[in-house]
């Protein structure tokens, strides 16, 4: 079956801009979640979707924000982008939530900010 | 909360050699372990992940990793490295649904021709 799927793959924006992303998770996972990935800070997790509700958010400021459709798909949006902001966003699909639940990677969206 | 260190930013292996990827964790009960791999410009690949069944854990791509309680590791090991194990790898905690996932700092495999 498909895997998760990010899209777009790459991107370039301006500082001052907003972005969106977007995650399809593998099909009859309800759970999704968002990583930031930066040399500097590595994987953090930005938050978490379990049936079209955030569970759990990440230390991030509130210009990092997210939603869930019911067909679980999850966009993820940064408003007034810093260069800071520059990084791979990786979305995760889960079938069940934390515990013994494995988490599937898509492929990731690379954003820079310039 | 649940919290891995992973030992070595960087190993460095010569092909066919023995890999070692260090990860203690930190933890009040035993928590699911799960190691990635991360290859450049992609996602990240679940190898293998410990669940309180066996501590001997076997993965994909002949690796392996044994769960220790007596020292909180959950160390990586390879017996003979392949140029194509080079990428990064994480050790992850799991515990319950109410958690905020935590991913160790990584550790970048470089395997010597």
């Known amino acids: 079956k498909a895997g998760v799927t990010q899209t777009p793959r790459y991107l370039i924006k301006t500082r001052g801009q907003q972005v969106t992303l977007s995650c399809s998770p593998i099909s009859g996972h309800r759970s999704v979640s968002w990583y930031q990935q930066t040399p500097g800070q590595g994987l953090q997790f930005l938050f978490e979707y379990f049936s079209e509700t955030q569970r759990n958010k990440g230390n991030f400021p509130g210009r990092f924000s997210g939603r869930q459709f019911s067909n679980s798909r999850s966009e993820m949006n940064v408003s007034t982008l810093e260069l800071g902001d520059s990084a791979l966003y990786l979305c995760a699909s889960s079938l069940i939530r934390g515990g013994t639940g494995e988490l599937f990677f898509g492929e990731g969206s690379r954003l820079t900010v310039l | 909360a649940q919290s891995v260190t992973q030992l070595d930013s960087h190993v460095s292996v010569s092909e066919g050699t023995p890999v070692l990827l260090r990860c203690n964790y930190s933890s009040s009960y035993s928590p699911s372990l799960f190691w990635y791999v991360q290859h450049p410009n992609k996602g990240l690949q679940l190898l293998l992940k410990?669940?309180?069944?066996?501590?001997l854990v076997k993965g994909i791509n002949g690796f392996e990793a044994e769960f220790k309680k007596s020292e909180t590791s959950f160390h990586l090991t390879k017996p003979s490295a392949h140029m194509s194990d080079a990428a990064e790898y994480f050790c992850v905690p799991r515990a319950g649904g109410n958690e905020k996932l935590t991913f160790g700092t990584g550790t970048r495999l470089t395997i010597i021709p």
């Open positions: 410990y669940t309180s069944a066996a501590t």
